[in-house]
């Protein structure tokens, strides 16, 4: 049995609107409401979800770029929301992140050989001529020759950039990397390179990923286990393969079949979701996909659904599956 | 070393271009008569305003009054060099010390936000409620003239441009993800500020500093001219064309050659500036290093 790495428990982030010249708060939008998972050690799971699910908030939370309004966090032992101090620097060096755009995460007036030296030399005493070794070696790692060091990120193509920032993420040996639409902003001919390049480190570096993305293929390619997230709550959780082959919830049914699949030459009939994702600031009631779910019935509008166990690990929140 | 060999590159392409090359020499020329301006004038007590010569007064340029000789037959062009070295004082003090408010507190209200943050940028909005030059010359007038008094009221009209421009700046740049990336890395918020933030947010200030260099002589010689600024007989600018305006159809060049001085200075300042802003930006260097067909 694998061990849990990184355990998310209730999870919950309401962002305050306000209005008026004093700033009143007028009401929450609840990007992320009660969420619950695990990232067992050396597992790659996959968080899927339209854009404003809420997926993106989730990894800012991890990452204690924003804080939760309540819930908790807990890396290996202890619970990472409220800590400070060296116990937060030893968390920073543990997990680490990739974002969508290499551009936009690498500051355009440093060079690579500073992007990189930076995160060692924060954390570890070293001397100009180990950083420049370690720097070498991770350009090595990450497929880039030394001759790239001395560049400016406008220089790189956006696959190497993304390298660039995939080294940085892995420069302090972390535990777990989340990685945020970490091919979405790249060409497809690049995007199955880097794949590649994260999976070989994975197995080279023993590290845990946490994959939020809205491409279906890639979550196949690459994960474990995955998560569908609708409007901040999980409605579907479960071994890949499991996902992909039976989908249980409308919703995961409705994302799979809108990914083109070159290998069906019938035309099947796409079930497409009806209208826009409704507003996270007032969410439906009840089941938060009844509004667009093809199989709604009237309770769904009434009760949140209970979270069934269909199969072995593979988790739906539908009425369709709580037994009666 | 790296500093170095930025500055190096910087320099190398204003140089390729003529109009910058310009600028540059009249800034260069600029600065280098204000320092060596006490060794340089042909008549230093002329200069200081500490001699008369009634008889020679009004005296057309000649050989021996290279810019002719003012109302109480002082050298005009001694006194148009040494005011170099007031204006230099009068720029480089008045943009220093903006500088030096405006950038913490733009910083400081931008990255932090909240509480402090709106504190500062309504102190901020309270200055810049009064129109610059009016405040400057309320300023300057209520502290009396004199050199120092005179970059103290400049300075305290010119800082909240500076800050207002810093926080928008820090407010944009704090949101990238290549701050969440310094933070994921571990940087402490002081590092964070000073590698990552400052340097992003200064490329717009510095430019716009160097560009107000030519506005604050402007504005110096403009309280001078009538009458807050320094004290005569300081050969300041502003103050040497107010002295020389009154007698314009006798002696056109007591007015014409400090006006002219300002003319140059001004323009080579904003020149400068506009080179400065092209290759100080990596990016932009690029494209203009392109255009001049170099490698790099």
Same mark, same amino acid.
């Given at each position: 049995?694998?061990?849990?790495?990184?355990?998310?428990? +209730?999870?919950?982030?309401? /962002?305050?609107?306000?209005?008026?010249? /004093?700033?009143?708060?007028?009401?929450? @939008?609840?990007?992320?409401?009660?969420?619950?998972?695990?990232?067992?050690?050396?597992?790659?799971?996959?968080?899927?979800?339209?854009?404003?699910?809420?997926?993106?908030?989730?990894?800012?939370?991890?990452?204690?770029?924003?804080?939760?309004?309540?819930?908790?966090?807990?890396?290996?032992?202890?619970?990472?929301?409220? @800590?400070?101090?060296?116990?937060?620097?030893?968390?920073?060096?543990?997990?680490?992140?990739?974002?969508?755009?290499?551009?936009?995460?690498?500051?355009?007036?440093?060079?690579?050989?500073?992007?990189?030296?930076?995160?060692?030399?924060?954390?570890?005493?070293?001397?100009?001529?180990?950083?420049?070794?370690?720097?070498?070696?991770?350009?090595?790692?990450?497929?880039? +020759?030394?001759?790239?060091?001395?560049?400016?990120?406008?220089?790189?193509?956006?696959?190497?950039?993304?390298? @660039?920032?995939?080294?940085?993420?892995?420069?302090?040996?972390?535990?777990?990397?989340?990685?945020?639409?970490?091919?979405?902003?790249?060409?497809?001919?690049?995007?199955?390179?880097?794949?590649?390049?994260?999976?070989?480190?994975?197995?080279?570096?023993?590290?845990?990923?946490?994959?939020?993305?809205?491409?279906?293929?890639?979550?196949?390619?690459?994960?474990?286990?995955?998560?569908?997230?609708?409007?901040?709550?999980?409605?579907?959780?479960?071994?890949?393969?499991? @996902?992909?082959?039976?989908?249980?919830?409308?919703?995961?049914?409705?994302?799979?079949?809108?990914?083109?699949?070159?290998?069906?030459?019938?035309?099947?009939?796409?079930?497409?979701?009806?209208?826009?994702?409704?507003?996270?600031?007032?969410?439906?009631?009840?089941?938060?996909?009844?509004?667009?779910?093809?199989?709604?019935?009237?309770?769904?509008?009434?009760?949140?659904?209970?979270?069934?166990?269909?199969?072995?690990?593979?988790?739906?929140?539908?009425?369709?599956?709580?037994?009666? | 070393?790296?500093?170095?060999?930025?500055?190096?590159?910087?320099?190398?392409?204003?140089?390729?271009?003529?109009?910058?090359?310009?600028?540059?020499?009249?800034?260069?020329?600029?600065?280098?008569?204000?320092?060596?301006?006490?060794?340089?004038?042909?008549?230093?007590?002329?200069?200081?305003?500490?001699?008369?010569?009634?008889?020679?007064?009004?005296?057309?340029?000649?050989?021996?009054?290279?810019?002719?000789?003012?109302?109480?037959?002082?050298?005009?062009?001694?006194?148009?060099?040494?005011?170099?070295?007031?204006?230099?004082?009068?720029?480089?003090?008045?943009?220093?010390?903006?500088?030096?408010?405006?950038?913490?507190?733009?910083?400081?209200?931008?990255?932090?936000?909240?509480?402090?943050?709106?504190?500062?940028?309504?102190?901020?909005?309270?200055?810049?409620?009064?129109?610059?030059?009016?405040?400057?010359?309320?300023?300057?007038?209520?502290?009396?003239?004199?050199?120092?008094?005179?970059?103290?009221?400049?300075?305290?009209?010119?800082?909240?441009?500076?800050?207002?421009?810093?926080?928008?700046?820090?407010?944009?740049?704090?949101?990238?993800?290549?701050?969440?990336?310094?933070?994921?890395?571990?940087?402490?918020?002081?590092?964070?500020?000073?590698?990552?933030?400052?340097?992003?947010?200064?490329?717009?200030?510095?430019?716009?500093?160097?560009?107000?260099?030519?506005?604050?002589?402007?504005?110096?010689?403009?309280?001078?001219?009538?009458?807050?600024?320094?004290?005569?007989?300081?050969?300041?600018?502003?103050?040497?064309?107010?002295?020389?305006?009154?007698?314009?159809?006798?002696?056109?060049?007591?007015?014409?050659?400090?006006?002219?001085?300002?003319?140059?200075?001004?323009?080579?300042?904003?020149?400068?500036?506009?080179?400065?802003?092209?290759?100080?930006?990596?990016?932009?260097?690029?494209?203009?290093?392109?255009?001049?067909?170099?490698?790099?």
């Amino acid at each position: 049995m694998k061990m849990p790495l990184l355990r998310v428990l +209730d999870l919950r982030k309401y /962002f305050p609107i306000k209005a008026g010249l /004093f700033g009143k708060i007028v009401g929450y @939008i609840k990007a992320v409401d009660g969420v619950t998972f695990e990232v067992k050690d050396g597992e790659v799971l996959s968080l899927v979800g339209e854009s404003g699910s809420g997926k993106t908030t989730i990894a800012k939370n991890i990452l204690l770029l924003e804080e939760p309004t309540s819930g908790q966090i807990i890396f290996g032992e202890s619970d990472i929301t409220k @800590i400070s101090g060296r116990k937060l620097k030893e968390y920073r060096r543990m997990v680490q992140a990739v974002f969508q755009n290499p551009f936009l995460s690498l500051d355009p007036r440093m060079r690579v050989n500073e992007i990189l030296s930076e995160p060692l030399m924060a954390h570890m005493k070293l001397t100009r001529k180990e950083i420049e070794e370690r720097v070498t070696r991770l350009l090595e790692i990450i497929g880039l +020759d030394s001759s790239f060091m001395y560049k400016f990120p406008h220089e790189l193509s956006g696959g190497q950039a993304q390298r @660039i920032a995939i080294a940085r993420a892995i420069a302090l040996e972390p535990k777990l990397v989340i990685l945020d639409e970490p091919t979405s902003a790249l060409d497809v001919s690049v995007q199955a390179q880097i794949l590649n390049l994260l999976s070989e480190l994975k197995e080279k570096l023993g590290l845990s990923y946490l994959m939020i993305t809205h491409d279906l293929s890639i979550v196949k390619y690459i994960s474990d286990r995955t998560m569908v997230i609708y409007l901040g709550k999980i409605m579907e959780e479960g071994p890949t393969e499991k @996902i992909f082959e039976e989908p249980h919830h409308p919703y995961t049914q409705i994302l799979l079949s809108s990914v083109p699949d070159i290998y069906s030459r019938k035309s099947e009939k796409k079930t497409i979701p009806r209208g826009e994702p409704p507003s996270p600031v007032n969410p439906p009631q009840g089941c938060r996909f009844h509004t667009r779910c093809p199989s709604a019935m009237p309770l769904c509008k009434e009760k949140t659904p209970l979270e069934t166990q269909v199969d072995e690990g593979h988790l739906v929140s539908c009425w369709l599956y709580v037994r009666k | 070393m790296k500093q170095l060999e930025e500055t190096r590159m910087v320099l190398n392409l204003i140089i390729r271009k003529p109009i910058s090359l310009i600028a540059l020499i009249i800034v260069f020329g600029f600065v280098i008569v204000g320092f060596l301006a006490p060794y340089l004038v042909p008549y230093p007590e002329d200069a200081w305003g500490l001699a008369y010569n009634v008889e020679n007064r009004f005296s057309p340029p000649s050989l021996q009054h290279l810019f002719g000789t003012d109302a109480l037959g002082r050298d005009v062009f001694s006194r148009v060099l040494l005011g170099a070295r007031f204006s230099l004082m009068i720029a480089v003090g008045v943009i220093g010390i903006a500088l030096i408010i405006g950038i913490p507190v733009g910083v400081i209200a931008g990255y932090y936000g909240g509480k402090i943050g709106n504190f500062l940028m309504r102190v901020t909005d309270m200055f810049l409620a009064f129109p610059p030059l009016l405040l400057a010359i309320v300023l300057a007038a209520t502290l009396g003239r004199g050199l120092l008094n005179l970059i103290i009221a400049l300075a305290i009209s010119w800082w909240p441009w500076y800050s207002r421009l810093v926080f928008i700046q820090t407010n944009t740049i704090k949101n990238m993800p290549y701050v969440d990336s310094a933070k994921i890395a571990g940087l402490s918020t002081f590092r964070i500020l000073y590698k990552h933030i400052i340097p992003n947010a200064l490329t717009p200030t510095i430019v716009q500093a160097a560009l107000d260099m030519g506005s604050a002589i402007l504005e110096a010689a403009g309280l001078s001219f009538i009458g807050v600024g320094v004290k005569p007989p300081t050969p300041e600018w502003g103050l040497l064309v107010s002295e020389g305006w009154q007698s314009i159809n006798v002696a056109w060049w007591i007015a014409f050659f400090p006006g002219l001085a300002i003319l140059v200075t001004v323009t080579g300042f904003n020149l400068l500036a506009d080179a400065l802003r092209e290759s100080a930006d990596p990016r932009l260097r690029r494209t203009i290093l392109m255009r001049l067909g170099i490698k790099q």
